[in-house]
């Protein structure tokens, strides 16, 4: 692995202010000045790490003006609920689904996952280029332990207050890979959640539990209900933390969401995951059947080559080039820099 700097978030601990004003800086798990290396470690140890504050909150902030594009925001939806549902979602078929959970307690509910929009975004462009932030991929590739590191998994969520019970019982996500979890470079992939609004006690941060405290359960347990195991609900941590926060978690870690609680309250977040590339078992999004949208083609004039090959653009001196194929990409992307593809034929 490269030797990497430690690195501070926006000089002063990131925009919650110093690591030691954290509500939960003594939490293990939360890394409250970014040190890249340490919260790498920190995912290796325990299966999971919030580095708060990774993403400064004025590219946050710049970004999230153009959430209103995509979700109603949290006092349109408050003020009509029912009607943003019906404007937003329609009225989709009822479940076909062979189990309901009951309404109360933990389950897993389809209307959980009702408001979520997959790459490209739409709008500025700004929601797309965090994807490939400079502090994200250093985290990725630090954590991943190699450079040829791909985004497989990007997609912007909504919760609100009162839309749904959206507590979960505690399990491991099982839909990333077509194999059961393996922890262990260079086979692992990190499951990413970019917070595009403070996550507070009331705005449902994920509920995690380390690997240290779930090595009586099998990974590939579907999983755990509260009286099944009260111990290990016990062992659950919050990941609370403001926007710009990352929450990184392995596929063999136990966690759950839970329902919000703050009154009008809502919470975004873009699912951000990265693996090692040509790991074709690990998966989530394909996103070629957007190739033609606008917002794909100004994301790739307005990306360097290595932020391109994150998303699966074949590098500068790839074999697939050849001097056509450069001039006809040159016609599909008139806008992209393709010198150094150019510069890689000679
Ligand atoms: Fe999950």
Sequence with gaps: MPERASR?????????????????????????????ERAAATWREHGWV????????DTIDAAVADLALVFPTPEQYHADPDGERR?????????????VWPPDGPGFRPLQHAWKRDFPFPGSGALNR????????ELMTSALGADDVVVYQAQLTAKYTGFTNYEQPLHTDRNHSWLPARHGP???HVEGFLYLSDVTDGTAPTRLVSVRDSVRHDPGEPLVLPAWDPELYASERPAAGPRG??????NDVFHRAVDLTEPGGARFLLNVSYKVADRDWIGYHAWQSHANSSEWVAFVEGSTARELVLLGFPPP????????LLDATARRYP????????EALR
């Design 8 to 36: 501070e978030a926006s000089g002063s601990g990131g925009p919650s202010g110093p690591a030691t004003e954290s509500p939960r800086a003594e939490d293990v798990n939360h890394v409250g000045t970014v040190d890249v």
């Design 50 to 57: 919030l580095c708060e504050g990774l993403v400064d909150r």
């Design 87 to 99: 404007r937003r979602l329609g009225t989709p078929p009822p479940s076909d689904e062979a189990y």
């Design 130 to 137: 965090l994807l490939v932030h400079p502090a994200i991929v």
């Design 186 to 188: 260079p086979w692992d």
């Design 245 to 250: 926060s990352l929450l990184a978690y392995r």
């Design 317 to 324: 001196g790839h074999r697939v080039w050849d001097a056509a």
């Design 335 to 342: 806008n992209l820099d393709l010198r150094p593809w150019r």
